[in-house]
């Protein structure tokens, strides 16, 4: 059974930072590339990051130069680094087995609010 555990979302200031993380548990976790999408109130779920089995990274441009996505294979976990956070940047954030189209994780709350 496939488990994607988020956890390290919360409030914080504009400007601040966050790092979430990921917990994968019931797949080869080194042979899949992840993603983290988002999705704000009243719009649709949107990528932010991914990284490959090499770790290899590629970023949507709304983050590009303030997140930063990598991974612990020995720790079946992926993480990812925000700073300089954005109002905009309020989301539930979600990882994602790439290809996977079924495996997601439950979510964590971002929220960016003076």
């Known amino acids: 059974q496939v488990q994607l555990v988020e956890s390290g979302g919360g409030l914080v200031q504009p400007g601040g930072s966050l790092r979430l993380s990921c917990a994968a548990s019931g797949i080869k976790f080194n042979m899949h590339a992840m993603a983290w999408y988002r999705q704000a109130p009243g719009k649709q779920r949107e990528y932010v990051a991914h990284i490959t089995t090499s770790h290899s990274t590629n970023y949507a441009d709304s983050v590009k130069g303030r997140f930063t996505i990598s991974r612990d294979n020995a720790k079946n976990t992926v993480y990812l680094q925000m700073n300089n956070l954005k109002p905009e940047d309020t989301a539930v954030y979600y990882c994602?087995?790439?290809?996977?189209?079924?495996?997601w994780g439950q979510g964590t709350q971002v929220t960016v609010s003076s």
């Open positions: 994602y087995v790439v290809g996977s189209g079924t495996f």
